[in-house]
């Protein structure tokens, strides 16, 4: 057994534990990644980036068959064989040497194995080979464990061998049939690009899909799912399930039955944190971590957490955010540094409580950040919704023949800024950073309007938005405008 000593212990080296480590080393201190798979996490290997990149080439086949013109050209179908290979690419055939070498580079020192917390600012290590290492912190320990797919008590669902989203994302060949369990951002994504390989797609999802969008979100992607020939089953659930010789069969609380090659569940997720010694200081594991905005765990005054395993917006983006703000805060609480902890101060994650950005990378793409309609009005704010139909923007009808979109703004009325903005449409991932800098500036809708959008750009669905609210609110923003 060896012991050794840092300023701070991060445990767990995805996109999160990386970033946290980052910031705290060029804070001065000095760190240690714990690491039991591959440095880089789920995102890199089993996540955004292969998931991304099996729905990219169908993405692009697709917008230049909507351009006359272009359309033409392109008469061929899908290379299947040649998305995994760029899937393959992406993941670096799932080795994590080069992320091994920024770490290096970086100056933090890398654990291989599985990190426990073994007391105050302790963890021990159990490397591959069964030997130990414990570590202490000077300053503090942070969990960056993420999560995983969490797998539902449905009757012969395990025992049915059942694909998650790794199986899903990292699949070397397309099965001819596949059932999907879920009706969220994993299930719809992973329809759309197995449908686009051909497989039969069948999704069952107890509610409606994207149940915490706007409902058009779901609804315009249930739609565009059942052209692509996948067979959508809302508000029904799965009662059981069995594995034959030939595949599985769902049975489903309608009375009927769906036979596929696969089955994917993807119906959630849980946090890595059953074994990682929580108990030891306290803590319940298998429990999310709850923290507060610095990212210090409740009760504790040396326990970090970020990115998945708190709860708090299970995003790549989100984890890192976190990250920068606890590895920063940390650097500064050790060395005595004023510490910048109120709303919107350099160390605290204070987006994530209205002003998380997502994509979701369907067909139509939906981009969306801060609240809906619907989670504003619990909150409390007296909400105006305005919609447009991206259609009819002349940047959107240039960029694709029939081009369908929609976009909803919901706002303020009190302060008159915008609280949340959703868009469903062909490329509307790229409007999305406008949308967010409007929500977390919280810029007057008056202002606003003097961000005047590029003709003909998709983005001139903010003039048409802010008009639409002019037009239709008690409070005139601006004359009505010739569309
Ligand atoms: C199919 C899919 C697609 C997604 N697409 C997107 C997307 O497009 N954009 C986006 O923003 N987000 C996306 N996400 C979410 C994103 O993947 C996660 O939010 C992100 O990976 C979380 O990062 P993390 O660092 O918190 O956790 P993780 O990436 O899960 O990293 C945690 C690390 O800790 C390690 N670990 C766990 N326990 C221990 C232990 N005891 N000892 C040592 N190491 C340990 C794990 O091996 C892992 O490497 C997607 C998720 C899924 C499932």
């Known amino acids: 057994m060896t012991t050794k000593e840092y300023d701070l212990i991060v445990l767990g080296a995805g996109a999160t534990g990386e970033n946290l480590a980052d910031r705290a080393v060029q804070g001065g201190l000095s ?54 290979a760029r899937r393959d690419s992406f993941t670096s055939n799932w080795s994590d040497a080069g992320q091994v070498r920024w770490v290096q580079g970086a100056g933090i020192s890398l654990l291989r194995g599985s990190g426990r917390i073994t007391g105050r600012k302790q963890v021990t290590v159990t490397a591959w080979n069964g030997t130990t290492t414990i570590v202490t912190a000077r300053h503090a320990v942070a969990i960056a464990t993420g999560s995983a797919a969490l797998i539902p008590n449905i009757p012969g669902l395990r025992e049915s061998k059942p694909w998650t989203s790794r199986e899903a994302t990292s699949a070397k060949n397309v099965p001819p049939s596949l059932a999907i369990i879920g009706g969220g951002v994993v299930a719809v994504e992973m329809a759309t690009a197995y449908a686009g390989f051909g497989s039969v797609v069948t999704l069952i999802s107890r509610g409606k899909l994207l149940g915490n969008m706007e409902p058009f979100a779901g609804e315009m992607v249930s739609t565009s799912l059942a052209n692509d020939g996948v067979h959508v089953v809302t508000n029904t659930e799965t009662t059981n399930v069995s594995r034959s010789a030939d595949g599985v069969v769902l049975t489903l609380n309608n009375g009927t039955t769906v036979s596929a090659s696969e089955v994917l569940v993807a119906t959630g997720r849980t946090p890595n944190t059953s074994d990682i010694g929580l108990e030891t200081i306290g803590l319940t594991p298998g429990a999310w971590l709850e923290t507060d905005d610095t990212m210090l765990v409740q009760g504790s005054d040396w326990l970090y957490a970020a990115g998945d395993v708190t709860h708090r917006a299970l995003l790549t983006h989100s984890g890192k955010y976190q990250a920068r703000a606890a590895g920063d805060v940390i650097a500064a609480r050790a060395s005595g540094s004023p510490v910048s902890d109120l709303p919107w101060g350099a160390h605290v994650a204070t987006a994530d409580h209205e002003a998380v950005p997502q994509v979701t990378f369907t067909t139509p793409e939906i981009a969306s950040v801060g609240l809906t309609s619907t989670a504003a009005r619990a909150a409390g704010y007296h909400v105006r919704a305005v919609d447009y139909e991206i259609g009819y923007v002349a940047g959107a009808s240039v960029k694709e023949d029939g081009y369908r979109g929609t976009a909803r703004m919901v706002v303020d009325e009190s302060r008159q800024v915008v609280l949340g903005v959703t868009f469903v449409g062909p490329d509307v991932s790229e409007l999305l950073h406008a949308a967010t800098v409007a929500i977390v500036g919280e810029i007057p809708l008056d202002r606003l309007w003097h961000a005047v959008p590029a003709y003909p750009t998709v983005n001139e669905i903010w003039l048409r938005l802010l008009e639409t609210y002019g037009r239709e609110s008690a409070l005139p923003l601006r004359p009505a405008a010739a569309a």
Do not use: F
């Open 31 to 84: 760190a240690v990644l714990i690491e039991n798979e591959l440095v880089g996490g789920e995102c890199s290997y089993w996540a955004c980036m292969p998931s991304k990149a099996l729905l990219r080439s169908a993405q692009a086949l697709r917008a230049a068959q909507n351009v006359s013109g272009a359309s033409q050209a392109v008469t061929g179908k899908l290379d299947v064989g040649a998305v995994l």
